[in-house]
């Protein structure tokens, strides 16, 4: 009996632990930053493989080619039936594909596996154990099996080098392929890429398998009405003994794949010249030997060439105004043909082209690639914000960049399944995001041309979201408060990382139009605050002045006191206002805790919130909407609410390298409390009716918003309850720009707690869509951190660092890239790349000496 009892105490024990494990699951998880990845956190990586605005495919955690959107539109959930496979001589159990286990997700639930999963390679032998890292832009993956005598490795990269805009925006990918003999005696062995053709869209024109050296080419040519059909894919090594198979066994239901495979086990290299028509896929072979102890590489390029589409976004302008100023820099040659055509179709005329210029330079797009991903990870910041930084450049690559035919960069906000999700640059969305502008600053400043040319009219009323093919846009919505003040900001901020004045006297006649427009609009009365209903990222109306978009004002004003100065404007009537929009947020909108909104909906030139409701997608106002609007005022505003938005404008003055407009310990004390009120470490019993899957659950995440001392309305703004990671990157960089380190790490490592790859993709932070652009926030942390900034204009080099000690962080400037080391006391700089003039060094504070060299 003694005996029984002591087992039922244990059993109770246990059981209470494992329950109190469970509830507190999510405290207890322990997270490593810039790991490898194994077992079930494979699930769902998959790591962009592309150039920006080119089009990408992704390599997953196990090595298989998933996302093919190389179309100009995504393609989530294409899978390409493409795969790697080795074929050991004289093994049983010898031919396997070079990839890991399938993931269970696609077992079931995933796309068409309730089918059977038809048209996959995941039926076939593969690798037992593998494992995942990444180096951005290189991802590697490592398998090993019982079976094969070979270790291999799988190295997937593709060319992204700071500042080189064009060898970055280059549509291509690399797989290299490194095998280990680890038995005893040689290892004879033959290599194959096979793929089916997925280029493949219609049998109106021809689609085949074409011949490259040492490769093959899937092709679709286009029919006489739909251009954008035409597609090719070339699949090639750099090695001379490569064999072509250039047809796969035609036959139906899945001969092809079958007999591909046969020949995989098989050991045989087949040798099929091209077919005019109708080839499934082709193969490559490369047999090779390696003694034991040593190593063999494969290289494998991949290069796309799409030259068309029948992507047209956007009402054409209509009048005079709608047109606005033309702009005097000179893109291409000044066409705009109907539909979208990526900015490589400019470069290459035809796939051969591309080919040649991909295997020519191969070795020097990868060095200085290795350049880049050397400096980065040079860096002894806390592990998190490396990984948050690194993580999210895969945007860069994905289909939300685009670039158009003249060179001019067009973005979505994210990616659909297979579409753009939310066109046109959108302003609001990308006032966030941060790489750009200092890895590829040429870029960055075609969109200011684009937003203050193009899409502003003759009275400065700029349309959010760009045309595509970038053109004149009908003037027939809201301008975006947020995006349009945002800019101004950036305009400072770009002129001071490129140092050119000529340009900012360029812009400075459309930037001026731009900021009498808003005062005019939104601050008629000229208090220094947006007391009209102005429009803003959470795709609705503020009605009164609010923390987020006054502090946008107040730092766009003091950005264009700045600017105007520089080139003896006269400013006096932005310094005015300057003054009065300070004293307005920190007297009016300050609670004595942190920014709120001034609700006010009467006695103003708009029209009342039920007439504007017309002119707005998705914003009516029902008879019970009515009742509340008398009851509580206009629907989807916040308020007494702590918004974690809510000073956005002074991180923006601290990102572009200005000194932020409003009182430090009042904002120093709003961000503080979005820490204390609106993080959450576990979301089990908050209550999202909007779109939970950002987080939920036992998950952590920072609230757009919280209520803390009540006053919540019934319907709060559209996405009042939801987390998203842009915001909780933009606050952790501005808690930590004011001190409070660890408060913003604490921020950072929920935000990537989350994707681990088990549940959610490490590489993909998702909003209204994959890949989304507001997540390239995370770059200001760097900033933050270390407060290394160079500005062109002076050619300063500012060090003022959150850190105790000494550090190295990366630095990339118009020019080049390179390091920031400070030792003892010590700044040291490394350019690793192109040139950094530096004149001085200013390290917190005061002028000091530097060292400079060059790598």
């Known amino acids: 009996m003694k005996k029984l009892a002591l087992s039922v105490l244990l059993l109770c024990i246990a059981s209470s632990l494992f329950f109190a494990c469970k509830k507190n699951e999510s405290a207890v998880f322990k997270r490593t930053y810039e790991t490898s990845y194994g077992g079930d956190n494979l699930n769902r990586i998959a790591f962009p493989i592309g150039g920006i605005g080119g089009g990408m495919f992704c390599i997953e955690g196990t090595g298989a080619i998933s996302n093919m959107s190389v179309r100009h539109q995504p393609d989530v959930f294409m899978e390409p039936c493409m795969f790697a496979a080795i074929h050991v001589k004289g093994k049983e159990n010898g031919s396997k594909v070079l990839e890991g286990p399938v993931p269970d997700r696609k077992k079931f639930g995933d796309r068409e596996s309730a089918l059977g999963g038809p048209l996959t390679t995941w039926g076939l032998p593969r690798f037992d154990d593998v494992t995942f890292s990444s180096k951005f832009p290189f991802a590697t993956i490592n398998l090993k099996d019982k079976d094969v005598p070979l270790d291999v490795q799988i190295k997937g990269w593709s060319p992204f080098i700071p500042t080189d805009n064009d060898n970055s925006s280059l549509p291509v990918g690399a797989l290299e392929y490194t095998f280990t003999n680890t038995a005893s005696e040689d290892v004879e062995a033959i290599f194959s890429y096979n793929s089916r053709n997925f280029m493949k869209k219609t049998d109106e024109a021809v689609n085949t398998v074409k011949s490259t050296k040492n490769g093959f080419i899937l092709t679709q040519e286009a029919p006489a009405d739909k251009p954008h059909l035409q597609g090719e894919f070339a699949i090639y090594t750099d090695d001379d003994n490569t064999k072509v198979n250039h047809c796969w066994f035609r036959g139906g239901w899945w001969d092809p794949l079958t007999m591909a495979w046969n020949a995989v086990a098989d050991g045989a290299i087949l040798t099929n010249e091209p077919v005019e028509k109708n080839a499934p896929g082709g193969s490559l072979y490369v047999p090779f030997k390696v003694k034991a102890g040593e190593t063999k590489t494969i290289r494998l390029h991949m290069a796309w060439y799409v030259p068309k589409s029948n992507i047209n976004i956007g009402t054409d302008a209509v009048t005079d105004s709608d047109k606005g100023t033309a702009c005097p820099v000179n893109y291409g040659d000044g066409t705009t043909p109907k539909y979208y055509e990526p900015w490589y179709s400019t470069r290459f005329k035809n796939i051969g082209e591309l080919t040649s210029y991909w295997a020519t330079n191969y070795n020097d797009l990868k060095s200085k690639s290795e350049l880049f991903t050397k400096a980065f990870y040079s860096s002894s910041l806390p592990a998190e914000v490396v990984e948050a930084v690194s993580a999210n450049l895969s945007i860069l690559k994905s289909p939300t960049v685009m670039r158009q035919h003249d060179g001019r960069l067009w973005n979505y906000e994210g990616c659909g399944d297979t579409w753009g999700s939310c066109h046109g640059s959108c302003t609001h969305v990308w006032n966030y995001a941060q790489a750009i502008p200092h890895l590829f600053p040429a870029l960055e400043r075609s ?61 400075y006649r459309q930037v001026k139009q731009s900021i009498d427009y808003c005062i005019n609009i939104w601050d008629p009365r000229k208090t220094g605050a947006l007391e009209e209903p102005h429009h803003n990222t959470y795709d609705i109306e503020f009605w009164g002045p609010d923390g987020m978009c006054t502090s946008i004002y107040t730092s766009a004003l003091q950005s264009m006191v700045l600017m105007g100065k520089a080139l003896n404007e006269n400013v006096a009537e932005y310094e005015e206002l300057l003054t009065k929009s300070k004293v307005y947020m920190e007297t009016k909108l300050y609670d004595g805790e942190y920014f709120i909104q001034d609700i006010r909906w009467k006695d103003l030139k708009s029209p009342d919130p039920v007439a504007l409701s017309l002119s707005n997608w998705n914003s009516d106002y029902s008879a019970e909407a009515r009742t509340l609007l008398e009851k ?85 703004f559209v996405y009042s309850d939801e987390v998203w990671t842009g915001i909780e990157y933009q606050v952790a960089a501005h808690l930590i720009f004011e001190g409070e380190v660890e408060k913003g790490l604490e921020i950072v490592r929920t935000c990537r707690d989350r994707y681990t790859g088990k549940v959610r993709n490490p590489y993909n932070e998702y909003e209204c869509g994959a890949w989304y652009a507001r997540a390239l926030s995370s770059y200001s942390l760097l900033q933050a951190l270390t407060g290394v900034r160079y500005d062109a204009v002076d050619k300063t080099l500012y060090i003022d660092s959150k850190i105790d000690g000494d550090f190295t962080t990366f630095l990339s400037t118009d020019k080049g890239f390179g390091t920031v080391e400070v030792k003892g006391g010590k700044p040291v700089i490394a350019i690793y790349y192109g040139s950094i003039d530096i004149k001085l060094c200013n390290l917190s504070g005061k002028e000091i000496a530097f060292e400079s060299k060059s790598i």
Not at 471 to 479: A, G, L, Q, T
Not at 494 to 504: A, F, K
Not at 705 to 713: Q, V
């Open 447 to 507: 969109l200011r041309e684009t937003e203050f040319y193009v899409s502003q009219d003759k009275s400065g009323h700029q349309m959010f979201r760009t045309n595509i093919p970038i053109r004149p846009v009908k003037h027939d919505f809201h301008s975006a408060s947020d995006g349009q003040l945002g800019g101004i900001i950036k305009m400072y901020r770009d002129w001071r990382i490129s140092g050119n004045t000529d340009w900012l006297k360029m812009m």
């Open 632 to 716: 509580e005022g206009p629907k989807y505003q916040y308020g007494k609410g702590c918004l974690s938005d809510g000073i956005l404008g002074c991180w923006m003055a601290l990102a572009a390298g200005m000194e932020e407009p409003i009182d430090k310990e009042k904002v120093k004390s709003h961000l503080v409390s979005i820490h204390k009120y609106n993080l959450k470490k576990d979301l089990r019993d908050h209550a999202n009716p909007q779109r939970p899957t950002f987080a939920l659950g036992n998950e952590g995440g920072l609230l757009l918003c919280t209520w803390p001392k009540g006053g919540k309305l019934s319907i709060p």
